[in-house]
Each structure stands twice: as structure tokens, then as C-alpha cells.
């Protein structure tokens, strides 16, 4: 997918002599970029679910509880 983004000159000059110096495309390097960024930010799938719970005013053991009695029904 192409994207367009707004990147001052110093930076691009950056990135054309290292692509020069890598023998890759500017746009290769800013995909590597990209990727590394993601993968540094990403937040584990167990980490996802932590503190969740934290805005409800109901304890958690007293929720499980209350669901469980309505199996008995």
C-alpha cells in the first residue's frame, strides 16, 4: 500500500545516502524502519488484557461469583 509521508529535507538526504551506501531504495529503508518501530511498541498478547478491570467498581472474585449462581438457575 502506498503511503504518503512528509519528512523534512535533512532527513531525506539522510536516508538517500544510506540507501546509496546499502544499495537499497529509500522506501525499503523506511519499510525497515517502520518494522522495527512496530515490533519495539508492541505490546505482548498477555500484557493486552492488564488492567482492564481497573475502572470497574465491582471486585473481581464478587463478579465471578454473581455469574456463577446464575448457572445454578
Known amino acids: 500500500m ?5 519528512l523534512p ?7 538517500k545516502a544510506l540507501a546509496e551506501r546499502n544499495g537499497l531504495s529509500r522506501a ?4 525497515r524502519a517502520v518494522a ?10 498477555g500484557d493486552a488484557a492488564f488492567g482492564l478491570w481497573r475502572k ?3 471486585d473481581g472474585l464478587e463478579y465471578q461469583e454473581r455469574l456463577r449462581r446464575e448457572w445454578d438457575r
Do not use: C, G, K, S
Open 36 to 45: 522495527v518501530y512496530l515490533e519495539q511498541r508492541r505490546v505482548p498478547a
Open 56 to 58: 470497574r467498581d465491582e
Open 2 to 6: 502506498r503511503t504518503i509521508v512528509d
Open 9 to 15: 529535507d535533512d532527513q531525506i538526504a539522510a536516508l
Open 28 to 31: 525499503e529503508l523506511v519499510r
